[in-house]
């Protein structure tokens, strides 16, 4: 060994027996580099590699520990090239000694070899296909839509002529398809399949040969539903089953083999040749409770990327090998993560929203480095990402959502949307209404973050606001009116806050728990249920106002939760198998509450338990859905509200005597968008 090992560094007898590494190409794995570099790294800059009595060069070991803390003491290792380059530098000849009086020449010559190993690296770097700079950078942006109302989930086929996409230019959502550089739209579903969007997958696509675009379908037939992806000729046609009973699908670069997950708990995953007698294995399945989605081969089929988590906003991308085994966590996001996709064999894009909740935005993940960076710019916020097989061109939807709040009465006739009336708001936009018997609260969101507002006839008043803080999900008022609950999530942290109903005296009740969703006021004013993550799944929690530590209510999934009014039981939404959820129960004391078979679709967790055990949910598509009454005596249901099918309804609340709801209407213009790159991929 060249350089001394490190002084705090464990006797070798010490050592566990997985910390050791017993040969070049384990210490160049584990390095994540190849045999050169890592020769290189230890006779030119000290690291630690051992050799046996013998001394022979192939014959070392190394400990984890030893490698691990010399790379932390090893400031330039990020901009270490990755091999050594293909062209050879010649070295300067010794220099004469220099006085002490002509520092310049030292400097210049510095300077000059400086330049050289810069220039080396950004060759480098190049050569493998991928540059320090922003890989978008430079990008030429061209609008491919301008459509009234909705486009969403573009792609691109892998020769990059086509683009398919969601839109509800004529009416109902449908499968679009145009050619780039043509500038004309062809409908090809014309409202044949009704349930098309998904955003927590990847729904349109190409077959690999480019001549059909694929899409996510979800069908219902006497009350049963199905998932599958579907496929239209480009040229127009009629659709038909393409993967029956899968959910999303990837096929390799060179279109050999596929990879697919099925809608089932946990979205099993499975690979298969492209033979279509070759049986397919699976490889695997979610957690209890987590989502696997967004599948995409890396370009030389050793790996499959994914994002694996509960589903939207606490994400992250894994990856696993074809043959199976434990997955890889390679981004620690923990937010709203989805589209991977590679731009070339070191550069992988993909979306990713902020901690505070804001974006999501294009970011670009550095496979071999590990390495993840934001390289959009501006308040664009992105909801879809494909590129093409040579990276040359993406496709992206750009969104621009508002939120409005709507008032509705409510009584036995089907209350249509031409009854409500909007809210007006002083702040513009509004979310997470939340009603008493005489005020509305709501939270407006700003770039810098989150603010809790009230509305009292036609007063408004900011309750609660605090620097580069975001609410999660909604407020929750007492039943008595003099007091609301809130969590928010700032520098990293989750809170949760109790204040009077004016706004006065917010206190922190708990700062121990991972919250999640909205919480809930136990009708007796004295304690807050909410969910909190453990182990990867959210359960439930009893927080008391007196600084007791918090409670454990529930050991299953279980978020957003609401209380009867005679506080017997809690009622909470259970974990998403496909795109729906079981809605389930719990007496005071934890024990299983029984209610008849609750099953709804993803996007509408927000429950309204009113006197008489009845119970007010969305109920309906992804996408559109209404309200409906449930008597969970009985199991009887009414259908409420008759909304009109572009008036998307994402919350709600139900005033204390059930006469009235507040909804919150999100219209999201959208556009899809062409980036062609400055530089091509590899």
């Given at each position: 060994?060249?350089?001394?090992?490190?002084?705090?560094?464990?006797?070798?007898?010490?050592?566990?027996?997985?910390?050791?590494?017993?040969?070049?190409?384990?210490?160049?794995?584990?390095?994540?580099?190849?045999?050169?570099?890592?020769?290189?790294?230890?006779?030119?800059?000290?690291?630690?590699?051992?050799?046996?009595?013998?001394?022979?060069?192939?014959?070392?070991?190394?400990?984890?520990?030893?490698?691990?803390?010399?790379?932390?003491?090893?400031?330039?290792?990020?901009?270490?090239?990755?091999?050594?380059?293909?062209?050879?530098?010649?070295?300067?000849?010794?220099?004469?000694?220099?006085?002490?009086?002509?520092?310049?020449?030292?400097?210049?010559?510095?300077?000059?070899?400086?330049?050289?190993?810069?220039?080396?690296?950004?060759?480098?770097?190049?050569?493998?296909?991928?540059?320090?700079?922003?890989?978008?950078?430079?990008?030429?942006?061209?609008?491919?839509?301008?459509?009234?109302?909705?486009?969403?989930?573009?792609?691109?086929?892998?020769?990059?002529?086509?683009?398919?996409?969601?839109?509800?230019?004529?009416?109902?959502?449908?499968?679009?398809?145009?050619?780039?550089?043509?500038?004309?739209?062809?409908?090809?579903?014309?409202?044949?399949?009704?349930?098309?969007?998904?955003?927590?997958?990847?729904?349109?696509?190409?077959?690999?040969?480019?001549?059909?675009?694929?899409?996510?379908?979800?069908?219902?037939?006497?009350?049963?539903?199905?998932?599958?992806?579907?496929?239209?000729?480009?040229?127009?046609?009629?659709?038909?089953?393409?993967?029956?009973?899968?959910?999303?699908?990837?096929?390799?670069?060179?279109?050999?083999?596929?990879?697919?997950?099925?809608?089932?708990?946990?979205?099993?995953?499975?690979?298969?040749?492209?033979?279509?007698?070759?049986?397919?294995?699976?490889?695997?399945?979610?957690?209890?409770?987590?989502?696997?989605?967004?599948?995409?081969?890396?370009?030389?089929?050793?790996?499959?990327?994914?994002?694996?988590?509960?589903?939207?906003?606490?994400?992250?991308?894994?990856?696993?090998?074809?043959?199976?085994?434990?997955?890889?966590?390679?981004?620690?996001?923990?937010?709203?993560?989805?589209?991977?996709?590679?731009?070339?064999?070191?550069?992988?894009?993909?979306?990713?929203?902020?901690?505070?909740?804001?974006?999501?935005?294009?970011?670009?993940?550095?496979?071999?480095?590990?390495?993840?960076?934001?390289?959009?710019?501006?308040?664009?916020?992105?909801?879809?990402?494909?590129?093409?097989?040579?990276?040359?061109?993406?496709?992206?939807?750009?969104?621009?959502?508002?939120?409005?709040?709507?008032?509705?009465?409510?009584?036995?006739?089907?209350?249509?949307?031409?009854?409500?009336?909007?809210?007006?708001?002083?702040?513009?936009?509004?979310?997470?209404?939340?009603?008493?018997?005489?005020?509305?609260?709501?939270?407006?969101?700003?770039?810098?973050?989150?603010?809790?507002?009230?509305?009292?006839?036609?007063?408004?008043?900011?309750?609660?606001?605090?620097?580069?803080?975001?609410?999660?999900?909604?407020?929750?008022?007492?039943?008595?009116?003099?007091?609301?609950?809130?969590?928010?999530?700032?520098?990293?942290?989750?809170?949760?806050?109790?204040?009077?109903?004016?706004?006065?005296?917010?206190?922190?009740?708990?700062?121990?728990?991972?919250?999640?969703?909205?919480?809930?006021?136990?009708?007796?004013?004295?304690?807050?249920?909410?969910?909190?993550?453990?182990?990867?799944?959210?359960?439930?929690?009893?927080?008391?106002?007196?600084?007791?530590?918090?409670?454990?209510?529930?050991?299953?999934?279980?978020?957003?939760?609401?209380?009867?009014?005679?506080?017997?039981?809690?009622?909470?939404?259970?974990?998403?198998?496909?795109?729906?959820?079981?809605?389930?129960?719990?007496?005071?004391?934890?024990?299983?509450?029984?209610?008849?078979?609750?099953?709804?679709?993803?996007?509408?967790?927000?429950?309204?338990?009113?006197?008489?055990?009845?119970?007010?949910?969305?109920?309906?598509?992804?996408?559109?859905?209404?309200?409906?009454?449930?008597d969970l005596a009985s199991g009887a249901e009414q259908q409420l509200t008759d909304f009109a099918p572009?008036?998307?309804?994402?919350?709600?609340?139900?005033?204390?005597?059930?006469?009235?709801?507040?909804?919150?209407?999100?219209?999201?213009?959208?556009?899809?968008?062409?980036?062609?790159?400055?530089?091509?991929?590899?």
């Amino acid at each position: 060994m060249t350089g001394p090992p490190s002084s705090d560094a464990a006797p070798v007898l010490d050592r566990p027996p997985d910390d050791r590494l017993d040969s070049w190409k384990e210490i160049a794995a584990y390095l994540r580099r190849d045999v050169t570099t890592v020769q290189r790294w230890e006779k030119r800059e000290g690291m630690p590699v051992h050799r046996h009595v013998h001394d022979r060069m192939g014959s070392v070991y190394a400990f984890k520990s030893d490698l691990d803390a010399w790379a932390k003491r090893r400031t330039l290792l990020v901009a270490e090239p990755e091999a050594e380059p293909a062209v050879s530098v010649a070295s300067p000849p010794a220099p004469a000694a220099v006085p002490s009086r002509k520092p310049m020449a030292i400097w210049l010559a510095a300077a000059g070899i400086a330049a050289v190993a810069a220039a080396v690296i950004l060759w480098q770097f190049r050569q493998n296909g991928h540059s320090p700079e922003n890989p978008i950078e430079g990008a030429r942006f061209s609008p491919l839509t301008d459509f009234d109302g909705i486009e969403q989930a573009a792609a691109i086929s892998r020769d990059g002529r086509f683009v398919a996409f969601l839109s509800d230019r004529d009416g109902p959502m449908d499968v679009w398809v145009a050619q780039v550089g043509v500038g004309q739209f062809y409908n090809l579903t014309h409202g044949a399949v009704p349930d098309l969007s998904n955003p927590s997958v990847r729904t349109p696509g190409f077959s690999p040969d480019g001549s059909l675009v694929t899409f996510w379908a979800r069908r219902t037939q006497d009350s049963n539903q199905s998932i599958s992806v579907w496929a239209v000729p480009v040229l127009g046609g009629e659709p038909r089953p393409y993967l029956e009973g899968t959910a999303e699908f990837d096929w390799s670069r060179d279109g050999a083999r596929l990879v697919y997950h099925t809608p089932g708990p946990g979205d099993p995953m499975y690979v298969r040749d492209s033979s279509q007698s070759s049986e397919a294995r699976r490889i695997f399945s979610a957690p209890a409770g987590l989502h696997g989605h967004f599948l995409a081969w890396s370009p030389d089929k050793t790996f499959i990327y994914f994002v694996q988590g509960s589903v939207p906003d606490h994400m992250d991308i894994w990856r696993i090998r074809p043959e199976g085994g434990t997955p890889e966590r390679m981004t620690t996001h923990d937010a709203m993560v989805s589209h991977p996709v590679f731009l070339s064999e070191q550069t992988l894009l993909y979306l990713a929203s902020d901690p505070d909740g804001s974006g999501p935005w294009i970011y670009s993940f550095d496979v071999r480095r590990r390495v993840s960076r934001r390289v959009s710019v501006g308040l664009d916020r992105y909801t879809s990402l494909a590129t093409d097989a040579g990276g040359r061109r993406l496709v992206a939807t750009l969104a621009n959502p508002k939120g409005t709040l709507w008032r509705l009465p409510i009584d036995e006739a089907r209350a249509e949307t031409s009854a409500g009336s909007r809210v007006t708001l002083t702040t513009g936009s509004g979310s997470s209404p939340r009603l008493s018997a005489e005020s509305l609260l709501y939270v407006s969101s700003t770039g810098s973050g989150d603010s809790i507002w009230k509305l009292h006839g036609d007063k408004a008043s900011e309750l609660w606001r605090a620097p580069d803080a975001r609410v999660i999900g909604a407020p929750a008022l007492a039943r008595d009116g003099h007091r609301i609950a809130f969590s928010i999530r700032q520098n990293g942290e989750t809170v949760l806050y109790v204040a009077n109903a004016d706004g006065t005296n917010a206190q922190a009740v708990t700062r121990s728990l991972a919250l999640q969703g909205t919480p809930a006021w136990k009708p007796d004013g004295q304690a807050i249920t909410v969910a909190a993550v453990v182990d990867g799944t959210p359960r439930l929690f009893t927080v008391t106002l007196d600084g007791r530590a918090p409670l454990p209510l529930t050991q299953e999934y279980s978020v957003d939760p609401a209380w009867s009014p005679d506080g017997r039981f809690v009622a909470f939404s259970g974990p998403d198998i496909g795109t729906t959820f079981d809605v389930k129960a719990v007496h005071a004391d934890g024990r299983p509450y029984p209610l008849p078979r609750i099953t709804l679709t993803r996007g509408a967790r927000h429950l309204a338990l009113l006197p008489g055990e009845r119970l007010v949910v969305l109920r309906g598509e992804l996408r559109h859905k209404n309200l409906w009454r449930i008597d969970l005596a009985s199991g009887a249901e009414q259908q409420l509200t008759d909304f009109a099918p572009d008036f998307d309804v994402h919350d709600f609340d139900v005033s204390p005597d059930g006469r009235e709801v507040v909804l919150e209407q999100v219209r999201e213009h959208a556009d899809v968008v062409l980036l062609e790159l400055a530089r091509p991929a590899d």
